[in-house]
């Protein structure tokens, strides 16, 4: 292995590191995953093609099987462990409601697909907001393993096809890499421009990074091979290529585009770096004597398993300690660099050393499905333990309204529980032992849209409640209303409504049209759902419809068009989504008899179901709504009273004098900060209708 080499794998998982301890100096630290992409792509490539000439090379299935034996060999040893090891911490100290997730996510890092995983995350709006993975950084693996499940057989096969034509076989490569490449590039820039989320962790956007080094080590070989002298400036080349690398790290931001074409400065830089110590004197420059240190060589071994251990490192004591001072920094500095030694020498090491048995493929190649089993093992304890956690308070009671009987409780029974709870919260009494969702499955408490999930392009109506009524209910809105869902749904049920559901998550019922969240254009999507909703109502004329929005930016004013933030000021937002409130709640009151607002479900300052995996009580999740939604939703209130509509205010259904009990009997009321449970939902059925003035189940 060239020192130089190992001492760029050493700049780079350096700059992963500091930048995922929060030095925001190096705020493009995370760029050194490119910088892994290309030095992958390179040294793999070349040993595929030196492979290859070998007089005693095996045929192609052969040299697959060597091939994947080697990366078992490589990655699976070490990545296991710290998979096992990271699901076994994550459930001895973090909340329990996270690490059912992280075991989800140990899954799918073991099975080379946590980029699919960590891509569906990003897009999903229920996820915004929530602590990152401590497996998050196996998305680049998985990355790596998908490219060479597919490159190593495209490359193989490229060959042996040009020699069976009579054709210059690496120059056959060389050409198919070169198209590869550049279509690569080519959908990075676009994808990253249209969808940002879902780029970052691509298989396809990343390829060309991986290319770019696979390139590099075709046109030496075939220069090589065919006794052309390389010829070159090698000093020069590594001072440009070193300032490419850094500058970019030190320009970037985690706001930059990447992977697009912002990042092709620090692959270029490596690429001249990996060239410059290929060519003579190569060795003696400046640049490679640095990289040679004996400190970087150290690092350079280790970075396999350095990159493995700091992320779940950091990640796990940030979220046990609340953060990261400076002492905590120094520890997490010391707890990677003791388990990365580790790793290497006692896990890695053994199973790439030349001769042992795992040198064989009989015994490399079932590595696959052996590290599959062991995470088994190693989910089901932790998943156990887990269970033990959660069953320690099986025995506590749920809170009645019953035990405070002379604290002059509301005459509304929802009321009186809401009150009741805040009162238990109060005392500090034990946490129900069997909460209403568990804690363990409250992430995955989402309402059900069945068929009709608008966000994923249908315009189907889908009645629920009770579809053969002829009465019927519209409830609109976003995320919000679709938490409202249940209950609207129960009281269509209960009373005789049809029940129609026009809810898109992120996408307020409002003229003034949100942003894309995730390009920060302007959505189309959004602003076609918010049509659809007014061209819906205006066929169904409906009894009843009922309006639910959360206060998201940045917004296009109305009246201007011009971008509103939240930044602006809480005065200038207000006014700009308060208008297009009253534009879209008066279009929907030419076609509808009624027009309710249900506003003011409280955003809290916590989720309730992590403050509740930590608590020693309940008095521990007493929470007060944040400020600034609560004012923006009273706002929206004024706007439709202002119309001559109604509007119901939510919050005395979660709070009692703004103290908000995270149980409301054995109700979890969210599964956020700010979405009802659904069974919540369905609790305040009764509730919701008798404010409605619709009346109340007969048969109850």
């Known amino acids: 292995m060239r020192s130089d080499v190992q001492g760029l794998r050493a700049v780079a998982v350096l700059l992963v590191v500091v930048a995922h301890l929060g030095v925001d100096v190096v705020s493009g630290g995370y760029l050194g995953v490119d910088v892994f992409f290309v030095i992958s792509g390179f040294l793999i490539t070349g040993l595929l093609l030196r492979a290859r000439e070998r007089p005693e090379a095996p045929g192609l299935g052969g040299a697959l099987v060597d091939f994947y034996a080697r990366r078992a060999r490589r990655i699976l040893p070490a990545a296991t462990v710290v998979l096992v090891a990271t699901c076994g911490i994550s459930a001895l100290l973090l909340p329990v409601v996270r690490v059912g997730e992280i075991l989800t996510d140990a899954w799918w890092s073991a099975l080379f697909a946590a980029n699919i995983r960590f891509a569906l995350v990003e897009t999903d709006y229920f996820a915004e907001g929530r602590p990152v993975s401590p497996l998050q950084h196996y998305w680049s693996l998985s990355v790596e393993e ?35 490449v550049v279509a690569s590039l080519a959908w990075s820039a676009w994808a990253t421009y249209a969808s940002p989320d879902t780029a970052y962790f691509s298989t396809l956007t990343r390829g060309w990074q991986l290319g770019a080094g696979a390139l590099l080590a075709v046109v030496l070989h075939r220069r090589t091979s065919s006794g052309t002298p390389l010829g070159g400036r090698p000093g020069v080349l590594a001072a440009v290529g070193m300032l490419l690398v850094v500058s970019s790290a030190f320009v970037l931001t985690p706001q930059s585009p990447v992977p697009g074409v912002v990042t092709v400065p620090v692959v270029l830089g490596t690429v001249l770096l990996l060239l410059a110590g290929a060519l003579p004197g190569g060795a003696d420059t400046w640049v490679a004597r640095g990289l040679s240190l004996r400190p970087m060589q150290v690092v350079g071994d280790w970075s396999y398993s350095i990159y493995l251990w700091h992320f779940p490192v950091i990640i796990v004591a940030r979220s046990h300690l609340g953060g990261l001072s400076p002492a905590a920094v120094a520890v997490c500095v010391v707890a990677i660099g003791v388990l990365s030694g580790l790793t290497y020498h006692l896990v890695e090491q053994p199973f790439r050393r030349r001769g042992s048995r795992w040198d064989l493929a009989r015994w490399a190649v079932p590595m696959y499905p052996a590290a599959v089993v062991v995470l088994a093992l190693g989910v089901l304890a932790s998943q156990t333990w887990l269970d033990h956690r959660v069953a320690s ?26 009150q009741a709870s805040v009162l238990a919260a109060q005392e500090g009494r034990p946490i129900p032992g069997r909460l209403v969702p568990g804690l363990l499955d409250i992430r995955r408490d989402t309402a059900s ?32 209303a679709r938490a409202w869902s249940p209950a609207v749904r129960a009281v269509g049920e209960r009373l005789g409504y049809r029940v129609y559901t026009l809810a898109y998550t992120g996408c307020p019922t409002n003229a003034a049209i949100r942003l894309d969240p995730e390009t920060g254009r302007h959505w189309d999507a959004c602003e076609d759902f918010v049509a659809f909703t007014q061209e819906t109502v205006a066929e169904l004329e409906p009894e009843l419809v009922l309006v639910s929005n959360a ?23 207000a006014a700009a989504v308060d208008r297009g409130l009253e534009v879209a709640l008066a279009g929907l009151a030419e076609h509808a008899d009624r027009v309710v607002l249900l506003a003011n479900t409280p ?34 209130m004024d706007v439709a009273t202002g119309l001559g509509l109604e509007a119901v205010d939510a919050e005395k259904w979660f709070c009692e004098r703004r103290r908000c009990p995270s149980v409301v009997g054995s109700f979890v009321t969210m599964r956020d900060s700010e979405h009802m449970t659904t069974a919540y939902s369905v609790h305040l059925a009764d509730a919701l209708s008798q404010d409605l003035g619709l009346g109340t189940d007969p048969s109850s």
Request: include cysteine; charged fraction near 25%; hydrophobic fraction near 35%.
């Open 551 to 573: 206060p998201l930016a940045p917004v296009e004013d109305v009246d201007s068009g011009e971008v509103v933030t939240k930044g602006e000021g809480r005065e200038v937002y």
């Open 449 to 480: 849209l069945g068929d009709c999930d608008y966000r994923t392009g249908t315009r189907e109506l889908c009645p629920e409640g009770d579809p053969d009524a002829e009465r019927s209910i519209v409830l609109a809105g976003d995320s919000h």
């Open 146 to 180: 998908q490219f060479y499940l597919v490159w190593p057989v495209l490359l193989l096969v490229v060959a042996a096809l040009a020699v069976r034509r009579r054709r210059d076989p690496v120059g056959s490569v060389q050409h198919v890499l070169t198209v590869l």
């Open 393 to 418: 308070t099986r025995s506590n009671p749920a809170v009645q309204p019953a035990d405070y009987l002379d604290e002059g409780l509301s005459a509304d029974p929802v009321r009186a529980l809401v």
């Open 603 to 636: 955003k809290l300052p916590r989720e309730q179901a992590v403050c509740l995996s930590r608590a020693d009580d309940l008095g521990d999740c007493l929470l007060s709504p944040e400020r600034g939604p609560r004012q923006l939703q009273r706002g929206f």
